[in-house]
């Protein structure tokens, strides 16, 4: 006679049991994929540049979290939203690959020895409030994708040597306060669509020997 089957079925407490392990578990790997990819990105950055050994030494491969390196700013739940690095010799290009940092809110690399232009991918970084790369060697034209940044609330470019015009479409970025590009090489009229910026509290372009103000830009001085 054939031995009888068990009922492996599930009763309504293990069930719930079992749908809460895996409900833990997905949250849990979702977080780990999440860091580790913040961690490559500034990783990958990081090996772009011609640094000195102590320069981002706590920036370590073995770590599963970034919130605790220099410069980096975490919120509650592990999200990188600030990378500051003021006064440090980095010596490099600017981060083209910060896709995953999707938090990120501040960016603030003045006076770090930066080379080469701003990337496109700039205009990807759709949650900043604040970009600083003033005092480098930043060349090259803005790029239009800056002018997707509408949460931007502060653009310092100062001091680098950057060339060509104010993108036409600076007047998107409604929300900024504070625009500073003295002491570069551009040239041309400020944009007529810079008069929408109804939030702009600061504006200096001087030392640009060949940028001129336009009709819209109003009372503005160039200073």
């Not at 990188?80 to 690095?85: D, G, Q």
């Not at 930043?138 to 680098?160: A, F, Y």
Request: glycine share 8%; with cysteine; aromatic share 8%.
């Amino acid at each position: 006679m054939p031995a009888r089957l068990r009922n492996h079925s599930f009763s309504p407490h293990n069930l719930l049991f079992f749908n809460l392990f895996l409900s833990i578990n997905f949250l849990f790997f979702s977080t780990c994929h999440s860091i580790d990819a913040q961690c490559q990105a500034l990783l990958t950055w990081k090996n772009s540049l011609n640094i000195s050994k102590d320069a981002l030494k706590s920036w370590n491969s073995a770590d599963q979290s970034p919130c605790n390196w220099f410069g980096i700013h975490c919120n509650s739940n592990g999200d990188v939203i600030e990378l500051s690095l003021k006064s440090v010799a980095l010596k490099g290009p600017l981060p083209s690959n910060f896709q995953q940092l999707k938090f990120l809110n501040v960016v603030v690399l003045s006076s770090t020895n930066l080379t080469g232009t701003i990337p496109k991918e700039f205009g990807d970084y759709l949650e900043l409030i604040l970009i600083d790369i003033s005092d480098n060697s930043i060349t090259g034209e803005i790029p239009m994708e800056l002018c997707k940044l509408n949460k931007l609330e502060t653009l310092s470019l100062n001091s680098n040597l950057l060339k060509g015009n104010i993108p036409s479409d600076i007047g998107n970025l409604y929300n900024l306060k504070s625009l500073r590009l003295y002491d570069n090489q551009l040239g041309g009229e400020i944009p007529r669509s810079i008069g929408k910026l109804n939030n702009l509290e600061i504006f200096r372009a001087g030392g640009n020997q060949n940028l001129k103000g336009g009709a819209a830009f109003g009372d503005w001085k160039l200073h």
